[in-house]
């Protein structure tokens, strides 16, 4: 009787066995990705068929005997776990490992790897040299210079440079060949002054604009163009009818038009085009680079754009450029533009302004020519976007077209950017996957929106350290059934103009996590969430939130007066405190906390994270009053022109 019930038992022991092997974890590969202060982590496992592990990340310089523990990891598609290692130094060895944290059986992938390095600014072969008095036939010398950047670009090899003297070109130029990772080729400005202009001659000084009254005048026309400016930095607006330009549509009072074979165009003041530098763009694109390994420095580019994808800098299908200190202003389409293949660019310390736009209003502007980003990006993975400084554009930063891609964005950096005066977005990195999207240490200020994730589709996208303020609808915006994990950790969203709220969905979303944010309202609860709006998996805590409002937080059309009855409702917040922040000054933007602040040291601890902070625990918000991230990045371009 005993064999009988052995015999029976044996395939139910069997079936057990084989259950518990398909609960438990088998760690697959594990794909690194680096930048110069993080790492983007990739780990495909097997098992977990009933999907009750957790991974995290674990680091340490190689060689160190100590591993240090790192932030928790996202389940993404394809049986995968994603996450990143943060402030990580640059040109540096690091071993990695994601621990997965599984009841019925744990695992363990681990890789090695090394952060980036950036590229010397420093040609080590030939200069060739373009002036304003040179000549194609000359042979590129100091002393014999070309005339055109195009004919010194078609003779640098890798490790040359070609040097542009002061003046203004009225040209373009495109890309030959590639460099190597150890020659690059060199574009660059010899010094301030050196402008590359997209504009037609031909129209800078005519003295034959026709008066046609209202303050409209006209010239003959029969190009194609987006961009038509006065004394360089008016930028008109294209209004869609002659009727529309006379009749000042949509609020703005000046502008231009083509129609019946002429370009007519109204001033600001009304006077007459005679009297002044009309710019009428006639290149679509300034620098065209579709080679790797190259760098672009110092110029000023402006007047670029006659199609959709018009742009002053235009990178695809090729990596490692380097775009940096250049200004860049008054374009009829956007100011860099990533297309389709470009990867592992450095975009830095850059300044990219438009002097009208923000003036403009927004019912005018969204859906129009004039919806402007100052750096598009539609590339792939590891695109580094630094130190940068955007001005009066529609857009700040768009990170987008990566609905059947998600590599498109993926391992990408956006930090220490200053960005002011958008009449949209200052960051929207939306429609992409976001696997390993990073955005952290940005300082954002009198925008319309501070940054728009509407929708993300998977995940982890990471928000964190930025300061967004003085916005005059919202901080941040959630919307078009965004399903993305996005975590917004140690930001500060606060406006000093009414009727604005830190977060204003104006869709449904699942997945967003805010973390030691502080949040703000300002005649508005600080979280204005209405019915069908939030869907699954959104959590808020360690927050520090406050209102003059009646209501401080409203979640799914229900408000709440005060965070008690918030936890008690929706377990939000059982770790946040309500109250006053306590700012240094929110009406300029100066958002360090005051002694006294309920924001001090009342944070929650967030592996990988807030691994360096002072006092008992890490302040809410974005700034620290002692310790902070482990890195201290440079400080961005703040010298507007």
Known sequence: MRARTLIFALPFLFAASEAAAQNGSTAGTLELYPTFHAVGARLNYSGDANANATAHLEWRRTGDASWTRGIDMTRISGARWAGSVFWLTPDSPYDVRAVIDDPDGAATGTGATRTRKDASPTPSGSTWWVATNGNDSNN????????TIQAAANRAQPGDGVRVRAGIYYQLVDSPRSGTAAANIYLTADG??????GSDPAYLNRSDWQSDGGGVFSVPYSGATRIVAADSTQRLYRHASLSGLQTNAGGVNQGWVISGGRLYVKLEDGSSPNGHTMHVGRHNVGVYIDDSYWQVRGFEIRCFGTTSNGAAIQLLGASNRTIANNYVHTIGGRMVFLRAGARDDVLERNY??????????WDATKGHEEEIQGISHRGGRGVVMRYN???GLFDGVDIAGGETDENVGADSDVYSNVITQTRDDAIEPETISGINTRIWGNTVNDVYSGISIAPSLQGPQYVMYNTFTNFSVRGYKCSISSVGHVYVMHNTFASSLTNTASVWPSGPYSNVHFMNNILVGNGSACVTDDTGESQTGNTFNGDLIHSNYAALFRWKGNNYSTIAALRSATGFEINGRSGDPMFTSLASGDVRLRAGSPGIDGGIRIFGVNDSYGGA????GALETSGGPDITPPAAVTDLR
């Not at 301030?192 to 202009?197: E, F, K, N, T």
């Open 389 to 391: 400084t955007f001005r």
């Open 352 to 361: 990219l302004r438009d002097m009208r736009i923000y003036t403009w209003p």
């Open 617 to 620: 625990a890490p302040d809410m």
């Open 140 to 147: 590129g010398s100091s002393g014999s210079p070309y005339a």
């Open 192 to 197: 301030a002054g050196v402008v590359l202009d």
